[in-house]
């Protein structure tokens, strides 16, 4: 897989910097004195440019980190943990007959099931051991250091001459640049170095999280392989960076205090990350699905007490409990992003809903308008390298009432102020100028109570945006006949008096249709026929509006051709009885300072007559280029003449 070309179809990944990053200058910079007071400005917003290109740079780096890595990911858990789940696993060597006995019992309900299981990961706890993490998201500290590095090296005589006067500052800055590590590079090195599943059973010792907890889930699935009310689906968290983490901590942190987190400086606190919580981590774990209605999340890795490792939860019911796992790490970028789910048969499912709140992305079709929002943004790349890797694959995002589930796992806020920029929710009447611009369609998800008045809640996706006809028009779409307005709109006109007011009606945009195709006449003499007066043609959308047998030209001539309203006229000169007819045809709007509204204008001309325009252009060249021919070798012939009399 190409990861550069999917990383060149990213949507608009420069829309991140609406994130609030840039602070007030003496907030992220470096505090200096300066001898004259403008000197000290001038040099303050310099050093908060610097300031803020290492942290574009480092949150760029991050969001492709977390890309990549995802995508990677997703192919170590296919070719290397699927690829041999349908081995012949002898249980009767490994398992005692005692537990064996218990499971091929018949087994009536789902509490047995669960008392069962919890027996069998009390015997596998004792008798396997975990001894090396296994997989885990790429540090954010090697980005931080590598684009440290890049960035210090090529600003550094400007930073020294920043610091002048604190010299202690650019010294700490440049002991930084000495002690970080080599750079980090985005090559299938870094992140397609994974080490392969051992799969033997017998092998109880050296295990990673990821070998633990798949020797535990072909057990258990030999084990039910008889039951045909139980299902054992494998979960995979799939490890990633944690994007969000590392915005937020450009925005709080100045440049020093971003250095230090976990720097290699020994002069610096150095925070170590704890091994034994990377252990038991979750980055897989099991789902018994019984006869379709229930759900037991069970985590071999477990730790605490039972409710840790086991769950009870229904078909549509959000595991609202999992997030606090990720509150028992001690390092901030274990945060779950995209976790799916692999059965027997390799139907490969997206839970991500059942298990993460307030989901903004994955969702097909997207319960939230986050268009501008970077989660979106990042997410749409990511799952379209996850389609490509799971093509052998059936992809089901139905089966399980995914989008219900995500209704029910929102946290809705209590308090108004917080729907002013929430990207999830909305409530009626937020603003009276949005108010004009978008309306919310649609049931109400709920209420909200401030000072005695109710306020409906919205999901922010049932946001319509409002236009009116010649808005719509100007789009290349039609209100559609007898549409009853959603609201409308009351405003004062610039060119009348200040009393006189004006209502105009506003759509939604599923209150309109695409524009039809204007009808196809024989020639553009019928066209000016239906206009009346200095009436012009308006196409504003060229593939569903513009008549079939013709074609626009730009009026100020197409750059590869060079075809233009000059060239007609010339060609029109020379060819008097079969002349190109053209007409002026309106296909947009320029909105100019002061109200001022200047028409865009195109050429509408019939296909043949622009292919007898492009032979006479290209007859016009071949010409230019003879003449030019012509006149070099009559230079030529000149010079040879002459140069003998010269020589004489």
């Known amino acids: 897989m190409d990861i550069n070309n999917e990383l060149s179809d990213v949507d608009d990944f420069d829309e991140w910097e609406d994130v609030q990053l840039d602070l007030d200058d003496y907030q992220y910079n470096i505090e200096f004195s300066a001898e004259s007071k403008k000197d000290s400005i001038n040099k303050s917003l310099e050093l908060a440019k610097l300031t803020k290109q290492y942290k574009l740079a480092y949150v760029q780096q991050s969001i492709k980190v977390h890309k990549i890595q995802a995508a990677f990911s997703v192919i170590y858990l296919k070719k290397l943990i699927l690829s041999n789940c349908y081995k012949n696993i002898k249980i009767k ?40 993490p296994g997989q885990r998201p790429i540090d954010k500290n090697l980005i931080k250091d590598s684009v ?12 020294k001459e920043f610091h002048k006067e604190k010299k202690q500052t650019f010294k700490t800055l440049k002991n930084y ?62 490890p990633c960076l944690d994007f969000n983490g590392v915005i937020n901590s450009c925005a709080t942190k100045n440049l020093l205090g971003l250095l230090k987190q976990n720097s290699l400086d020994e002069t610096l606190p150095n925070i170590q990350r704890s091994l034994d919580y990377d252990l038991y981590f979750p980055y897989m774990w099991l789902e018994l699905h019984w006869k379709d209605e229930q759900i037991c999340y069970l985590n071999p890795l477990k730790f605490g007490d039972l409710t840790d490792f086991i769950y009870q939860l229904k078909q549509d019911e959000p ?21 799916f789910s692999i059965d027997d048969d390799l139907n490969v499912v997206n839970v991500s809903p059942r298990y993460i709140p307030n989901l903004q992305y994955s969702i097909k079709p997207c319960l939230i308008n986050l268009k501008n929002e970077i989660s979106w943004n990042i997410s749409k790349t990511v799952w379209k390298l996850f389609e490509n890797v799971f093509s052998d694959f059936y992809v089901d995002t139905k089966s399980e009432n995914l989008i219900e ?244």
């Open 93 to 132: 060597k490994i398992l005692p007959s005692l537990i064996r006995k218990k499971f091929s019992n018949k087994i009536y309900n789902f509490d047995k099931l669960k008392t069962l299981t919890k027996g069998l990961i009390y015997w596998f706890e004792k008798n396997y051991q975990i001894d090396t």
């Open 148 to 159: 440290f590095k890049s960035w210090f090296k090529e600003h550094e005589n400007n930073l």
């Open 177 to 238: 640049y000495k002690l970080v590590s080599p750079e980090f590079k985005l090559d299938e090195k870094t992140f397609g170095n994974f080490p392969k599943i051992k799969q033997d059973l017998k092998d109880t010792k050296n295990n990673t999280k990821e070998e633990y907890v798949f020797k535990f889930y072909l057990l258990l699935k030999e084990l039910l392989s008889n039951n045909d009310q139980v299902t054992v689906k494998l979960i995979y968290s799939v």
């Open 319 to 339: 595991f609202k409990k999992f997030i606090q796992f990720d509150k028992v790490t001690p390092f901030d970028f274990e945060c779950p992003y995209y976790i």
């Open 405 to 648: 589930i995500v209704k029910s796992h929102m946290l809705i806020p209590q308090q108004l102020k917080m729907y002013k920029r929430h990207p999830n929710f909305v409530i009626d009447n937020f603003s009276c100028y949005r108010t004009f611009l978008e309306i919310p369609v649609g049931n109400p998800i709920s209420k909200l109570l401030h000072n005695k008045t109710i306020h409906n809640v919205y999901f922010r996706s049932q946001l319509k945006r409002l236009r009116t006809k010649a808005h719509w028009q100007v789009l290349g779409r039609d209100v559609i006949k007898y549409e009853k307005p959603r609201i409308y709109k009351t405003y004062r006109s610039s060119k009348d008096s200040y009393h006189s007011k004006s209502t105009v009606p506003l759509f939604t945009f599923d209150q309109t249709i695409l524009t039809p195709r204007i009808k196809n006449f024989p020639n553009l003499k019928d066209y000016r026929k239906i206009l009346k007066g200095n009436e012009m043609l308006k196409i504003f959308n060229e593939s569903t509006m513009l008549p079939e047998s013709y074609r626009l030209l730009e009026n100020n001539g197409e750059k590869k051709t060079h075809i233009n309203r000059n060239l007609i006229s010339q060609f029109n000169k020379r060819n008097f009885k079969n002349r190109i007819d053209y007409l002026e045809v309106i296909t947009g709007f320029k909105f100019l300072p002061k109200y001022q509204v200047k028409p865009i204008t195109k050429l509408m001309i019939s296909k043949k007559d622009y292919e007898n325009l492009i032979c006479y252009y290209h007859n016009i060249k071949e010409k230019e280029q003879l003449s030019n021919w012509n006149e070099l070798l009559l230079r030529l012939d000149i010079k040879e003449r002459i140069d003998p009399k010269i020589n004489i």
